[in-house]
Nanobody
Framework: QVQLVESGGGLVQTGASLTLSCTMSGGSFSKWAMGWFRQIAGTERAFVASISASGGNTDYDDSVKGRFTISRDNAKNTVYLQMNNLRPEDTAVYYC??????????????????WGQGTQVTVSS
């Protein structure tokens, strides 16, 4: 059974940086494409970034391009989301997700089979 565990969220001020981590257990991490999504209460889960299984392809939502970087370490079964220059509108619960198609860098939740429990990121103004 694949399990994903996120960490690294917190309360920061505008302009600060945070790095989220998501570690997979129970699966062959290097065969899964991975994604990060975020959700504000009362709204749908929204795409943030995705990375192929090899790490060779990535995609970002326009709202985070140039500020966020997704990366992965297949030896550590971990995907990261480096978030720089954070803004109040980045405040959300952030989720990582696993997609069984290794070359995918898709933006829709339906493609992802497993989800983490989420980690809260709060950016104060």
């Amino acid at each position: 059974q694949v399990q994903l565990v996120e960490s690294g969220g917190g309360l920061v001020q505008t302009g600060a940086s945070l790095t989220l981590s998501c570690t997979m257990s129970g699966g062959s991490f290097s065969k899964w494409a991975m994604g990060w999504f975020r959700q504000i209460a009362g709204t749908e889960r929204a795409f943030v970034a995705s990375i192929s299984a090899s790490g060779g392809n990535t995609d970002y939502d326009d709202s985070v391009k140039g500020r966020f970087t997704i990366s992965r370490d297949n030896a550590k079964n971990t995907v990261y989301l480096q978030m720089n220059n954070l803004r109040p509108e980045d405040t959300a619960v952030y989720y990582c997700a696993a997609d069984p198609v290794p070359w995918d860098i898709v933006i829709t939740t339906i493609h992802y089979d497993y989800w983490g429990q989420g980690t809260q990121v709060t950016v104060s103004s």
